[in-house]
């Protein structure tokens, strides 16, 4: 059974740091592209950032910021999220698509977590 589990979400105050985690099972994520994605209240969900085997990407909002990584052996991507942003409050997600995919919103659609919350405030 596919599956994809968020966590490190918390609050934090402006200019501060988080780093999310997405721990796989079911695949090995090495093989697949996986995807950030994040929803704030009465938005629409927009994408973050993504990581495949060749490639990593990251939204314009959030460039020299956030770090996409991967720990393969733990079958895991983080979110390493800095100076952040009172923008930056949303549901975070963790999303999956493959195998064998390169970076793009539409291509880390297959698989979703449950999201892990991010709240950025004084």
């Known amino acids: 059974q596919v599956q994809l589990v968020e966590s490190g979400g918390g609050s934090v105050q402006p200019g501060g740091s988080l780093r999310l985690s997405c721990v796989a099972s079911g695949f090995t994520l090495e093989h697949y592209a996986i995807g950030w994605f994040r929803q704030a209240p009465g938005k629409e969900r927009e994408g973050v950032s993504c990581i495949s085997t060749n490639d990593n990407y990251y939204a314009d909002s959030v460039k020299g910021r956030f770090t996409i990584s991967r720990d393969n052996a733990k079958n895991t991507v983080f979110l390493q999220m800095n100076n952040l942003k009172p923008e930056d409050t949303a549901l975070y997600y963790c999303?999956?698509?493959?195998?064998?995919?390169?970076?793009?919103?539409?291509?880390?659609?297959?698989?979703w977590g449950k999201g892990t919350q991010v709240t950025v405030a004084s």
């Open positions: 999303s999956a698509g493959g195998p064998i995919r390169l970076c793009g919103w539409d291509n880390v659609i297959d698989y």
